[in-house]
Antibody, heavy 123, light 109 residues
Framework: QVQLVQSGSELKKPGASVKVSCQASGYRFNTFAMNWVRQAPGQGLEWMGWINTDTGNPTYAQGFAGRFVFSLDTSVSTAYLQITSLQAEDTAVYFC????????????????WGRGTLVTVSS | QTVVTQEPSLTVSPGGTVTLTCASSTGAVTLGHYPNWFQQKPGQAPRSLIYSTGTKHSWTPARFSGSLLGDKAVLTLSGVLPEDEADYYCLLYYGGARMFGGGTKLTVL
């Protein structure tokens, strides 16, 4: 069965970096896009962008270009989200979600999600 | 800055029917926005209910349906159960970018 297993919670100081992983299993990794979604404490969902797992080409939502980097290691079916120069406002749960359908156009849906990784930024 | 707007909260009685809406600041929501709807319960990951306006997953209960109504996307729950109490989010497509609505907290009371 399809599973997305995310790395554990992280506690980081402001200015540090963090790398969140999302390991996929149960399907051929490079045939479905991987999306990233942020949820700050008590807040709603924010779509951060997605990465084409076949080409490695990332697409970032407005506000997530620069300090946020999507990457892949296809040899271990894993997608990564790296955040640099962490700020307190980056404290959130970060979800990965598989993009099914045609994600290069609009017909994309998100049937499988990781459980989320809590990143806490505090001095 | 595009904004996707949902009702912040709604209350429905068990067995009742409720309609959640999803509006876009850019104008009418259309099929080309490929509306998605998600349910999220506390401490859990979101769960996809509806995609491409009205298409259900195999796991989507029959009481949930999605459509366009006027200039909005809507999620309708008919015969609401207590377990439907949750936050609901819509997601719209904007030519490469996607944006979530602020979410609707649905209370079943």
């Amino acid at each position: 069965q399809v599973q997305l297993v995310q790395s554990g919670s992280e506690l980081k100081k402001p200015g540090a970096s963090v790398k969140v992983s999302c390991q996929a299993s149960g399907y051929r990794f490079n045939t479905f896009a991987m999306n990233w979604v942020r949820q700050a404490p008590g807040q709603g969902l924010e779509w951060m962008g997605w990465i084409n797992t076949d080409t490695g080409n990332p697409t970032y939502a407005q506000g997530f270009a620069g300090r946020f980097v999507f990457s892949l290691d296809t040899s271990v079916s894993t997608a990564y989200l790296q955040i640099t120069s962490l700020q307190a406002e980056d404290t959130a749960v970060y979800f990965c979600a598989r993009g099914d359908g045609s994600c290069t156009s609009g017909s994309c849906f998100y049937g499988y999600w990781g459980r989320g990784t809590l990143v806490t930024v505090s001095s | 800055q595009t904004v996707v707007t949902q009702e912040p909260s709604l209350t429905v009685s068990p067995g009742g029917t409720v309609t959640l809406t999803c509006a876009s600041s850019t104008g009418a929501v259309t099929l080309g926005h490929y509306p998605n709807w998600f349910q999220q319960k506390p401490g859990q990951a979101p769960r996809s209910l509806i995609y491409s306006t009205g298409t259900k997953h195999s796991w989507t209960p029959a009481r949930f349906s999605g459509s366009l109504l006027g200039d909005k996307a809507v999620l309708t729950l008919s015969g609401v159960l207590p377990e439907d109490e949750a936050d609901y989010y819509c997601l719209l497509y904007y030519g490469g970018a996607r944006m979530f609505g602020g979410g609707t907290k649905l209370t079943v009371l």
